[in-house]
């Protein structure tokens, strides 16, 4: 397991109640390391944190280590299934979503 790997695993299993159920998976690309993260559905409380802080705050912590080893790592949280997170949008923000888009000033651009 590659250090920044183990990092992400060690804070995590630090502050959820099921650290069994903490697993990390590791892919190399073009773009950088990509960790994402598994972890049980009653967890994801801790693991975002009051308004993403958490989550926010340990991506900060892994570009660190990332830098450290001359490397553009990104952390990618797995949202499991049967999890209670609810996204909350204002009533504006559900109307956008669900108005169609006007798209007819660039639908005959020829790009």
């Keep these: 397991m590659e250090q920044d790997q183990a990092f992400v ?7 959820v109640n099921n650290s069994d159920a903490v697993k990390t998976t590791r892919v190399i690309d073009e773009r950088g390391v990509l960790i994402t993260l598994d972890v049980d559905p009653s967890d994801m409380g801790y693991v975002i944190g009051r308004h993403g802080q958490t989550a926010r705050s340990l991506r900060t912590l892994l570009k660190i ?18 999890s209670t997170h609810a996204h909350r949008f204002s009533q504006t923000q559900q109307a956008a979503m ?8 660039v639908d005959n651009l020829n790009i």
């Design 98 to 105: 669900n108005d169609d888009v006007d798209t007819s000033a």
């Design 9 to 15: 695993e060690y804070v995590v299993k630090a502050i």
């Design 65 to 82: 280590v990332g830098a450290k080893n001359n490397a553009r790592v990104n952390l990618k949280i797995n949202e499991p299934a049967g």
